[in-house]
């Protein structure tokens, strides 16, 4: 799977499917996930977060996507009823997996 079509897939999983433990073949173990709100330092700790507690009745709309030698940064609309907030994630790689997801946007919204 290509650098593009993982960070599809997180996408697809995260806003669509749910199917959190598919995220497990396109992260690295020592995954290191930072956000205003979480921080998460592998890739089983950010999987059993997505679990606990699911990210449900929301969608994205996407802006702009970008690639380059530091990664994939994907800037886009998050949605949720009563709620729209602009955000942009930010994914690195490492031995062709996902090794590095920096989520930037305003967390007073939330």
């Known amino acids: 799977m290509t650098p593009r079509q993982q960070v599809q897939h997180y996408f697809d999983v995260f806003f669509v499917s749910h199917d959190?433990?598919?995220?497990a073949e396109i992260f690295h173990d020592d995954l290191q996930f930072r956000g205003p709100l979480y921080s998460f330092d592998s890739a089983a700790e950010y999987i059993a977060s997505l679990?606990?507690?699911?990210?449900?009745?929301?969608?994205?709309?996407?802006?702009f996507e970008c690639d380059g030698e530091e990664g994939i940064n994907v800037i886009y609309r998050f949605l949720k009823p009563g709620l729209s907030v602009e955000m942009s994630q930010l994914f690195q790689f490492r031995n062709n997996k996902i090794s590095r997801i920096l989520l930037i946007f305003d967390s007073s919204r939330f």
Do not use: G, V
């Open 51 to 63: 679990k606990h507690d699911p990210p449900f009745d929301c969608r994205y709309e996407k802006r």
């Open 20 to 23: 959190f433990d598919s995220l």
